[in-house]
């Protein structure tokens, strides 16, 4: 069977299959929409909070050596002083004098405006960082920064985490947040957009022991999105030469993905040394150190960070699980997210819209969407139904047809292998539980069959 490689899946595919299934939507679409900011819908938001989920549980829940926080986005202005950003996190632009676009050096080819072959200034530098202001009156009110990294919160609450957790080195802090930055080249669906949300963790080490962890969290954060179903082939790790480190970095390692442009950084994994804690440190007059009871030493330890993008997560785990495969009706698009991920794990259907099966069916469905999401469908023939699911990644569907008011039993239809068994229904949760957390589907609970009832088209 061809199956279409991953990595050239079509972007506007995939932005057509987002909008038609309610994952991602243009912002204030209604109004003519607002340029490189989306909305999540109805199964985007499930995707979304299933990444989350999945990276809370593996670097925080999981370990012993971590914790969470949720900083506020609105932080003291002297923050991004003391963190470079006020001075360093800009881009050099040059803007036309026609129609006043601007453009960083590397798009300009001839001098000229590209979009008018206007003349242009000469390159200026333009802060990424979001300005707003907070107070009512407006003479009085004060210039804040909408953060453009979650980091600084973690760096911010260092000493407050320390003292109320007691931590001992090495030991790290995770955060899950919206970030903003004035991107003057966005694009590419979600890919680069003005806002985004950030998984972010700094991890505090002894100086001396940082290689040894950036080498570590690399690997950690590659084997994350691999165990989580990503191609290892589709993924590949590409250190920072000097020119292009940011400026609290010593070392950066990007995790990049091959996206339907290209070869694209989906994390970083710096080591920012101590600059950030000593920053604050000198910036806030206040001590951010540690002691470390085995020399009787106050040290500043070291961080190294793994800071990746949701929003970029969920477009590499939709292209890498998309796929078109022939079938008789034409194509059938299936998107192979890994379990966890998938948005709707479950998906009920009658066999027919017949009133005899609807109270068992919706029964069923009744007690199966407390434990998942689940989605009830009874409309069209029950090879379209399937397809639908497939669309949308839903790992398994169970049908309900007339023998199983005789029987009470249900067959469960595989979405990757479209293979079915049928289970009585007393064995249904334990059934659907255990294939949900990777058993193979040929294992029988007790009475199931293997079934070939239902075909596909
Ligand atoms: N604190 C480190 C930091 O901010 P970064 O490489 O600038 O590092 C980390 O950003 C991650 O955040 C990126 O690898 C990417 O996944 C995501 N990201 C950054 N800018 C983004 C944007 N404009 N749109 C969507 N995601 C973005």
Request: glycine content about 8%; aromatic content about 10%; proline content about 5%.
């Amino acid at each position: 069977m061809a199956k279409q490689a991953p990595g050239k899946v079509d972007m506007e595919k995939m932005v057509s299959l987002c909008k038609r299934r309610g994952f991602i939507f243009q912002s204030s679409e209604i109004y003519g929409g607002l340029a490189s900011c989306w909305d999540y819908g109805p199964l985007g938001v499930e995707l979304k909070r299933n990444i989350k989920e999945a990276w809370w549980r593996a670097v925080v829940q999981r370990r012993d050596d971590m914790v969470g926080l949720d900083a506020s986005i609105l932080m003291h202005p002297q923050t991004w002083v003391a963190s470079g950003h006020v001075e360093g996190f800009a881009d050099p632009l040059s803007e036309c004098k026609a129609c006043h676009l601007r453009w960083r050096p590397d798009d300009i080819k001839d001098g000229k405006c590209p979009a008018c072959s206007g003349e242009l200034t000469e390159p200026r530098l333009f802060n990424l960082m979001f300005k707003t202001s907070v107070g009512v009156v407006e003479e009085e009110a004060a210039e804040l920064y909408l953060r453009p990294e979650t980091a600084q919160g973690i760096f911010v609450n260092f000493d407050n985490v320390l003292t109320a957790t007691r931590n001992r080195l090495p030991f790290g802090i995770a955060q899950i947040g919206k970030a903003f930055r004035n991107e003057m080249t966005p694009g590419n669906f979600i890919f680069r957009t003005r806002e985004f949300e950030m998984m972010e963790i700094e991890y505090f080490v002894r100086p001396g022991t940082d290689e040894e962890w950036l080498q570590y969290w690399t690997e950690e954060r590659l084997n994350w999105y691999t165990g989580l179903g990503v191609k290892r082939e589709n993924l590949r790790l590409r250190q920072h030469g000097p020119d292009e480190l940011a400026h609290y970095a010593r070392k950066c390692y990007d995790i990049e993905y091959l996206f339907p442009m290209g070869w694209s950084e989906l994390e970083g994994i710096a080591n920012r040394g101590d600059f950030d804690l000593m920053q604050h440190a000198s910036s806030s007059g206040k001590k951010l150190t540690y002691f470390d009871e085995e020399s009787g030493e106050h040290l500043i330890p070291y961080v190294i960070e793994p800071s990746a993008g949701v929003d970029r997560s969920a477009l590499a785990f939709l292209v890498d699980s998309y796929e078109e495969e022939p079938d008789k009706e034409g194509l059938r698009v299936v998107l192979h997210l890994n379990p966890t991920l998938a948005p709707i794990k479950v998906a009920v259907l009658p066999l027919s819209r017949n009133e005899s099966l609807l109270p068992l069916a919706k029964d069923i469905y009744a007690q199966l969407r407390q434990r998942w999401m689940a989605q009830y469908d009874d409309a069209q023939s029950i090879g379209r139904r399937y397809r639908r699911q497939d669309e949308i990644g839903t790992v398994l569907c169970v049908t309900i047809d007339f023998q199983s008011l005789e029987d009470q039993a249900v067959t469960i239809r595989e979405r990757d292998s479209m293979r079915q068994i049928r289970v009585p229904i007393e064995e249904l949760k334990r059934t659907l539980e255990a294939k949900l957390g990777g058993e193979p589907f040929d294992v029988l609970p007790p009475g199931g069959t293997k079934w070939l009832g239902f075909t596909d088209s």
